[in-house]
C-alpha cells in the first residue's frame, strides 16, 4: 500500500499536531507493505515546484538547482530584500485566484518530487529533529517527498471566495499512484480518483468552542467547510479520541460509518529514568523564554544544586488552556500551604497571551513563576519527572500529549474533568473541574500534600499502565488494521519492528 502523509504541521511547533505528525511519519514507515511518503506543502508561502516528469534526464547538478530552490522557498522571508519580499506576497496574493480559475476549469494541482539524497540535514530538522530520536535519522531522511506549490492557506481562501457560486470549491490533488492521503486536518484539497482521503481529525474546537481560537471567524469557516468537503467526498477520519469522534459525528452523523477512533502515539522520549533533581534550577535559567521581556531576571533566585519545589504545566500559552485557573489556584496553595511552591509553564506564546502573560508577571517579577520554551526532550523529561505534579487544566482537547508524557516519565498527573481526559488519562490522574480554582487547587493538594504517598504511589503505578497503551508498538497495528480497511496490504511479516527490534535482527 502506497500512502502519501501531509508533512505541513511538522514544519511548525514542538508538541500538539507537529508531533503527532512526525511520529505518524515514523510509525508507518515500520509497517510491513505500507510504502509512506511526505507532502511537503507550506502554509502560506508558494514552493518552487521540485522534480516534475522527465527529471530523470537531466544531469545531477539541474537536479540538484530544483530541490535546493525547493529548500529556499520554504524559509521565512524575514530576511530577504525587499524586492523579494514584495514578490512573495505578490505570490501569494494571487495564489487564490489562481487555484479558483485552475478548479474552475478542472485542473489538477500536479507534485513535484522531492530527492532528500542531497538535503537530509534540512529533511531531519526542519521536519522531525524536534520529536524523533537520532536514531531515526536514517528512516526519515531517505524516505520519498512530494511537493505541492500552492500554500495552504490560499487553498482555504480560494474556495471561501468561490461561495458566491454556490458551494466552496476546493483544488484537486494530482494523488494518482496513492492508495490513501492522510492529511492531518480538515483538508482544503480533493485527490484522484483510486485515492482514499483519510483526514486526521484532532478536535472540532473551530466549530465548539470558537470562542477560545485565533482569528476565529475565518479559523471557523476554513474548518467548517473544508471539513464539510472532506465528508462529502467519502473520506475517512481518523480521530485520535473516542471524545473527538463522538464530536464530529454529533456534527455530521452521515461520517459515522467512515470514522474511527485511532490514539495518538506517545514520543519514545519519555520514560521513567533516575535523573538528579538538582538539575531543575539550571533547566529553568537556561530555557526561560525570550519572547517575553523582563523574564530572564526572574531565574536569578534559584540557588545552583537545590531542588525546587514546583507545578508544571506543559501547553502553549492561549486561553482555552486555561492558565489562569492554574494561576489562581497555585496562588491559593501558596497563600495558604506551600509558599515554597513555584510554578513553571513551558510553552511557546499563543493567541490572546498578552492577558495571560500580564497577570503572570507579577510572580514572575518575585521569581515564583517562570515561563519555559524551546525546552528539549531530555530536560522536559527531568522536569516531568521531578514536579510535584504536572497539570492539565485546559477547558477543551483532543488529545492532550503532557499528561501521558508525564505518565510515562514516572510524573504525577492533576487534568481537568473534561471527556478526554477521562478517556486517554483513565484513572491515572486525579481530576476536577476547570471553572474553579478552588476544586483545582484541592485535586493538587491531593497529591503533592505531606500525607499524600500513597496516592502518589497509586498514580504512577496507574500512569505507567496508562500511558504503555499510546507506545508504538500498541498504536501502530491499529493503523494497520484501518489501512487494511481501505486497501491489501501486501506484506511477509506482519508482525511490527520496534526500532530497538530492528537493530537487534541487524
Not at 479558483?100 to 521536519?127: E, I, Q, Y
Request: net charge positive; aromatic share 8%.
Amino acid at each position: 500500500m502506497k500512502v502519501l502523509l501531509e508533512m505541513r504541521p511538522a514544519f511548525d511547533g514542538h508538541a500538539g499536531i507537529p508531533q503527532a505528525t512526525r511520529l505518524l511519519f515514523r510509525g508507518l514507515q515500520q509497517l510491513p507493505g505500507v510504502e509512506v511518503e511526505g507532502l511537503i506543502q507550506s502554509s502560506n508561502r508558494v514552493l518552487a515546484p521540485g522534480l516534475q516528469a522527465g527529471a530523470r534526464q537531466l544531469p545531477e547538478h539541474q537536479r540538484v538547482d530544483r530541490l535546493s530552490r525547493v529548500v529556499v522557498s520554504l524559509q521565512a522571508t524575514a530576511n530577504i530584500s525587499l524586492r523579494e519580499r514584495v514578490l512573495a506576497g505578490l505570490r501569494l496574493a494571487w495564489q487564490p485566484s489562481i487555484q479558483l480559475l485552475g478548479t474552475l476549469l478542472g485542473r489538477r494541482v500536479s507534485l513535484g518530487h522531492f530527492d532528500p539524497t542531497h538535503f537530509k540535514d534540512f529533511v531531519w530538522r526542519a521536519m522531525f529533529a524536534r520529536t524523533l530520536r537520532l536514531e531515526d535519522f536514517e528512516g526519515v531522511t531517505a524516505a520519498r517527498f512530494r511537493v505541492a506549490r500552492v500554500p495552504w492557506s490560499a487553498a482555504h481562501a480560494g474556495a471561501l471566495a468561490a461561495r458566491w457560486l454556490g458551494r466552496a470549491l476546493y483544488p484537486r490533488l494530482d494523488t494518482r499512484g496513492y492508495d490513501v492521503m492522510v492529511a492531518e486536518t480538515p483538508y482544503p484539497g480533493r485527490v484522484s480518483a483510486g485515492t482514499t482521503l483519510v483526514v486526521r481529525y484532532h478536535d472540532a474546537i473551530p466549530l465548539l468552542m470558537p470562542h477560545t481560537i485565533s482569528d476565529r471567524a475565518h479559523h471557523q469557516a476554513i474548518h467548517y467547510h473544508a471539513l464539510k468537503r472532506n465528508v462529502a467526498d467519502g473520506a475517512w477520519f481518523a480521530c485520535v479520541s473516542d471524545a473527538t469522534r463522538r464530536d464530529l459525528v454529533s456534527i455530521f452523523p452521515e461520517a459515522a460509518a467512515r470514522a474511527v477512533t485511532l490514539h495518538n502515539m506517545v514520543s519514545l522520549h519519555y520514560h521513567a529514568e533516575e535523573s538528579q533533581a538538582e538539575r531543575v534550577p539550571e533547566i529553568i535559567r537556561t530555557r526561560l523564554s525570550h519572547s517575553i521581556t523582563n523574564n530572564r531576571p526572574d531565574a536569578a533566585q534559584l540557588k545552583s544544586g537545590s531542588p525546587v519545589d514546583y507545578l508544571l504545566m506543559v501547553s502553549t500559552i492561549e486561553p482555552r488552556k486555561n492558565h489562569l485557573t492554574l494561576l489562581a489556584a497555585w496562588e491559593q496553595l501558596q497563600v495558604e500551604q506551600l509558599p515554597a511552591l513555584k510554578l513553571v509553564l513551558v510553552g511557546s506564546l499563543g493567541w490572546d497571551h498578552k492577558a495571560i502573560v500580564k497577570r503572570l508577571r507579577p510572580w514572575m517579577a518575585r521569581g515564583d513563576l517562570y515561563i519555559l520554551e524551546e525546552v528539549p526532550a531530555a530536560e522536559l523529561r527531568l522536569l516531568y519527572r521531578h514536579a510535584r505534579a504536572t497539570v492539565c487544566p485546559s477547558y477543551g482537547e483532543g488529545f492532550d500529549f503532557s499528561g501521558v508524557e508525564a505518565m510515562r516519565c514516572g510524573g504525577v498527573v492533576a487534568a481537568s474533568d473534561i471527556p478526554v481526559h477521562r478517556e486517554v488519562f483513565g484513572a491515572a490522574a486525579e481530576y476536577f473541574s476547570p471553572y474553579s480554582a478552588g476544586l483545582m487547587a484541592g485535586a493538587v493538594q491531593r497529591v503533592i500534600a505531606p500525607g499524600a504517598d500513597a496516592r502518589r504511589a497509586e498514580l504512577m503505578a496507574a500512569g505507567a499502565e496508562v500511558s504503555a497503551r499510546y507506545l508504538p508498538e500498541r498504536i501502530l497495528p491499529q493503523w494497520k488494521a484501518f489501512l487494511g480497511r481501505l486497501g491489501p496490504i501486501h506484506e511477509s511479516d506482519v508482525a511490527y519492528r520496534s526500532p530497538e527490534a530492528s537493530e537487534a535482527r541487524s
